[in-house]
């Protein structure tokens, strides 16, 4: 069975740092593109990172770039998340996602993991 | 970036009922579009992608079709475990935008 477990969210002022961890089992995870996707409570979602197989490629999304890193250890078949500088408007379920298929760069994201919350806040 | 739009954004329907939700993209992205599911409290879930093809084990009463900049999914008959909220995706290029979403609620 896939599965797919977040780690790392918390409470933290702006400006702050978090690094989410997002730790996988049930595939081989170096097949696959992997990525981040948030959603701030009662609100639509919005893709944050992906990165590829190697971790030779990252993308980001305009309103996290510059700010957040993706990373990857496939040894550890964990894929992390680096947030610096954060901003209220961060705050967020922040979901770990697989892509659907192997050796596809397509970041088709399924399954999801079940989410960890970010909050910012003074 | 490509803007992503949906509509309706919500909509009330009765169990059995045919459903169409519709998205849009701001420019061509062939086919590259996804769609997906989400309870509340739940991750979302995989419905179509590239447009038409049905995720296994997703029940065949939905369907998925358009190219270009529209696209369409519908569900045949609306199931009481339908009643959720809808997400089109493009993967066309990065970065990728989700549309705002379809809410459906029973009638």
């Known amino acids: 069975e896939v599965q797919l477990l977040e780690s790392g969210g918390g409470l933290v002022q702006p400006g702050g740092s978090l690094r989410l961890s997002c730790v996988v089992s049930?595939?081989?995870?170096?097949?696959?593109?992997m990525s981040w996707v948030r959603q701030a409570p009662g609100k639509g979602l919005e893709w944050v990172s992906t990165?590829?197989?190697?971790?030779?490629?990252?993308y980001y999304a305009d309103s996290v770039k510059g700010r957040f890193t993706i990373s990857r250890d496939n040894s550890k078949n964990a894929f992390y998340l680096q947030i610096n500088g954060l901003r209220a408007e961060d705050t967020a379920f922040y979901y770990c996602?697989?892509?659907?298929?192997?050796?596809?760069?397509?970041?088709?994201?399924?399954?999801w993991g079940q989410g960890t919350l970010v909050t910012v806040s003074s | 970036a490509i803007q992503m739009t949906q509509s309706p954004s919500s909509l009330s329907a009765s169990v059995g009922d045919r459903v169409t939700i519709t998205c849009r993209a701001s420019?061509?992205?062939?086919?590259?579009l996804i769609w997906y599911q989400q309870k509340p409290g739940k991750a979302p879930n995989l419905l179509i992608y590239?447009?038409?093809s049905l995720q296994s084990g997703v029940p065949a009463r939905f369907s998925g079709s358009g190219s270009g900049t529209d696209f369409t999914l519908t569900i045949s008959s609306l199931q009481p475990e339908d009643f959720a909220t809808y997400y089109c995706?493009?993967?066309?290029?990065?970065?990728?935008?989700f549309g705002p979403g379809t809410k459906v609620d029973i009638k």
């Open positions: 990165i590829s197989t190697r971790g030779d490629n990252t």
């Open positions: 996602a697989k892509g659907l298929l192997a050796y596809s760069t397509n970041a088709w994201f399924d399954p």
């Open positions: 995706l493009q993967d066309y290029n990065y970065p990728l935008t």
């Open positions: 590239a447009a038409s």
């Open positions: 049930g595939f081989t995870f170096s097949n696959y593109v």
């Open positions: 420019q061509d992205i062939r086919n590259d």
